[in-house]
Each structure stands twice: as structure tokens, then as C-alpha cells.
């Protein structure tokens, strides 16, 4: 059981779908949740930090890489409730907002809790076996990009 378990409040918690060319910045996570999944980049936000500068953060931390921000994609509800609690407790509670920006410098290299980094080309991200979400956050993106 984690520290995030059973919270009294939702983690809020920040990704980037950064792009270059039509290609996506994926991480392999290093640690839970989902280590050794395929995702894009992000974390939890800090006490004092604004969204955006959570994002861009965790990007540098992830990759390595400098972007910028572009604009919101979209903000998602990760609920989890204990399947053997009668009154269905909360698990864990996930507020995730996802931004999507773009690349401006720097080589993609693993860095903090991603095991790998990748640019992905967008036709090639159903082999990475990512989340449905985020796959539908990264759809969107692309949308939102013209």
C-alpha cells in the first residue's frame, strides 16, 4: 500500500504531450504507478507551484529537454474505488490535467523516474501499449495543434 492510498483529498497530478514534428515524447515509467509503462511526461504537482510550471518541471526532470507550453488538453478524473470495501472507499484519487506544448532544445535522455524516453512517431503510438487515455489526451492534442 502506498502513501496515496485511501487519500483525504485527490493528488493532483500534471502531463505534457510535448510534440516535434509529428512526433510524441513518450517515457517508460520507472516507478509506480504503472512502472514500465509507456506514457507521456508528468508528475505530481508541488505546495506552491502552478500548473504549468509542474509540467515544465517534470518534463526537464523526465527528459532533460526545455519546451513550451502551448495550452490546456484537457483535465481527468482517475477514481479508484476498494472493490472489497461494502461502501466502496476510495483507493486512490488522481486529478490529472494534461497540457500539450512543444520541444525548443535539448537531447531526450531518461532522467529522474522514467527508465526510457522516446520521440514516437504519432502513426506508431498504439505499439507502445499506452493507456486508452492517454491516448485519447494525445488524439486531442494533435487536434488542438491545427
Known amino acids: 500500500m502506498s502513501d496515496r492510498d485511501y487519500p483525504s483529498r485527490p493528488w493532483v497530478g500534471v ?23 509507456w506514457s507521456i511526461p508528468g508528475g505530481m504537482q508541488e505546495t506552491g507551484e502552478s500548473l504549468r510550471a509542474a509540467g515544465l518541471r517534470e518534463v526537464r526532470e523526465e527528459t532533460g529537454i526545455e519546451i513550451e507550453i502551448d495550452g490546456l488538453v484537457d483535465v481527468i478524473d482517475a477514481i479508484i474505488r476498494d472493490e472489497n470495501d461494502p461502501n466502496g472507499a476510495v483507493r486512490t484519487h488522481y486529478t490529472l490535467v494534461d497540457f500539450h506544448g512543444h520541444w525548443i532544445a535539448g537531447d531526450a535522455v531518461a532522467g529522474d523516474d522514467a527508465a526510457a524516453v522516446e520521440w514516437a512517431p504519432y502513426n506508431t503510438l498504439t505499439d507502445y501499449g499506452l493507456w486508452s487515455e492517454t491516448l485519447r489526451i494525445i488524439d486531442a492534442s494533435r487536434k488542438l495543434r491545427g
Open 15 to 37: 502531463g505534457v504531450v510535448v510534440w516535434r514534428d509529428d512526433s510524441v515524447l513518450l517515457i517508460q515509467r520507472g516507478r509506480s504507478p504503472r512502472k514500465g509503462q
